[in-house]
């Protein structure tokens, strides 16, 4: 019964629950095949699966693991323009855009490779014995091992990168943890084709079946029983704020509560200081307006907020922003569900009393995103909570202040972020600069100089998190090297004679 | 107002609130002076304090807050032998013990001075930007920054060491974070004395004053209040499974969940194998007996579970632990509260229908501690979760297995541990170790192997944690050096200049 790996849906398995479609959200087209949605019974199956892999897998060493996720890359590379193709129908993402993000998905794949080699990942700490201490002190050795089977749930905005075969399983798998994803409904068929190539490298590498499952699973209800699963040890997640926190309250209910990693929402306030803005209106007004219209503003660091003093650089400002904005094209968003839930925000800024919409782009086709920049008072802005919440998609707001030292009132008073960004060029703004940095980092994981927050680089010193409610956990990232972490705890093994210890935790 | 380090309690602030008396356990004789209760108003102000001095004692360098920690050390050392004599009349410890525990707290102090030195808490990690690479690669340096004030709640069992300036404190402090100490209401007089000592530091170190403030709370609801506060962003406890649940409860209900480092309960397993049973049932006895009765069994690692093969080895075993168990004299309990709780939990067994007492130590006088020894059969013990609590204090329970690969069973039905322990000499028992091993380090923080868990090494290599319900967060430890990484978060700089970033960052 339990054979191969689960990946249940699609024409594979006879799942007994309602079927997911794809939907092309350029058409508002029903694409094919129907993937049958998983049962109770799917989920204890994957459950089993991964607790039967558990004990075999993170017994593997470091080179083993490497070696798989270099296959899984392999694999993915391998399916060729089909997974191009199936990505573009079922997201409306461009191909360009999504040929990047399957060099991403690899990318992150080789990049765990290489911190698997490097074995730093472990945490061996050796503190051989004194006996001649008094008290005598013992032999302590340390390292990391995995906390358990992980719950990946896949995110819309990134088919490729953020989703079945992402960051969040690719350093799950890393860190020696079996991974079940579920498939976001979104791009259903994209995911079988990359859960099927997972599935031939788990089949290349030897590794155990219940390695890697796929599930797909249409309502809440089921997704939350999955995260109550005594088998699963952590999750991970990247979506809405209120789906984030719906598994977060589930996995803190349980018996065993358990580390869930939510990246959920954010607004990434970008700071013109008033020097560099008078300096440099126009320029900044270019390379913003092009951070935001960037894949239909479909990201977690999508410039929402724009904070910056009244004044004439401001007005130039926004009259080369105006004009951009007035003048881009509709770009095609992810779901019918996301276009519509933007569509609303629009008129829900649109309509505030103390918010004038001052730009907004060209009317679009179906599920078409059209860009939106608002505007309202700094007094405004903190006296609606509303007005700071994200609006997934190319809107953003600029808040504008009566002069430049409320820019640090403003930072106290906002939620945590993943990003903020400040642009200072003028010598003239670096006091206030200086003032701003230490407020700013208490809210961030990130803060760029003169840049956009789109664009997350996947590298070592990367932070892809912060704090409540960009992420449910600001101690972590889950973008880049250090991502590995947050499924790994450290063990201490004391007195062990040699022929008992690991490998890694041999010798002195 | 807030004036000074808030010491409140003692005769220095009028609390309005019920007072908080000693008791000396050795003679149920309340202590002068009474600790008036601090109310939610001190609350407040304790964490007002907090929120002013958090980004001036952040901005502190490593060697500042490391000779700080050591200031710390000189001013506990400095109080001399009324610290002592203090501790022994509120908590029935004897002077050897409190001695030893003095010098444990000022080393645990050090270790952390000595790990600001070495600097790779910071977390700096550096990528250089590639300007030619397409797309471009951004300057990325990544460094860890204290999460905000803790709360740590002082634990009954360690006066010194896990109290007002225990791990839990040193560790925060090393972090960068101020700390407000809840007073364990069991030792009112030595929390004073230590608290004067950390007052004292802060003082000649110059660092703020709410960088350290100590509090007596005695309602429950009101210590969660604490944990309710924005100002607080991590809490740090010891004590027992309902009180952390309480207080993760409560951290987890805040508009933004903080995180909880709750070192709960454990019952700490040892494992006789057969074949080194047969060889050692004497000499392990005698360790086992000794461990037990240690501080009259007042520790997280006690071993109050041990789980061997019936047979006539065991019952050799058990004829020496019953002789010196029987032979052995009372100790006094820390509180009447714990002594109460052991007295229920030793009739509990003692009248448990599956449970033969096997040894009880002499009888005592007020408040004292009378050794027990039970045993039940394997099948028994599963059948009963009951038989699985901790009761806190020299009482052990012996598993009987009906072989020797029940101990894999065994294994897989506990709930998470701070240690487990091996007794293995003889080489007949190798495989079974081999089989055990990687299922156990799943259940605990630390095995050992042919020793006794009590002894807790503070070093690099020390992890005193492990699965829930051992502990809250089982991805850290709350003794030794990594301790420290429980109030840090990462944070990345993109693209700063040179002039704003911090010192650890500058160069490449």
Redesign the interface.
Known sequence: MLSGNQILGSQFVQGSENAVHGINPATGELLEPAYAGGSHDDIEKACALAKIAF?VYR?TNSETRAAFLETIAEQIVALGDILIQRAMDESGLPRARLEGERGRTVNQLKLFATILREQEWQGV???TALPERQ?P??D???RN?P??PVVVFGASNFPLAFSVAGGDTASALAAGAPVIVKAHTAHPGTSELVGRAIQSAVKIAGMPEGVFSLLYLNDHAKALSLVSNPVVKAVGFTGSRNAGLAI?RTA?ARA??I?VYAEMSSINPVFLLPHTLQHSAETIAQGFVGSLLMGAGQFCTNPGLLVAVKGDALNRFKEVATGLITGSAAQTMLTPGIHAAYEKGVQRLGGHSRVNKIAEGKAGTTNQCQAALFETSYADFIADPVLAEENFGSSALIVVCDHAEQMLEFIERIE?QLTATLH?TQTAD?AL??KI???L??K????????YPT?V?V?????H?G???AT??????SVGA?AIKRF??????????E??LAEELKGN
């Open positions: 004990p017994a700490c050796i503190e008290p002190k013992p302590l050795r340390m091992i906390l358990g977060q803190f065993e509560p580390p945590g200072v670096a600069v200086k940095i230490p407020i980092e208490l961030v994981g990130r803060i760029l100089f003169n840049g664009g680089e590298g070592r010193a990367m932070v998190g704090p409540f409610p449910s956990d600001s101690r972590t990232t250090a790994l705890r450290p063990v201490c093994y004391q007195d062990f004679p022929e008992f």
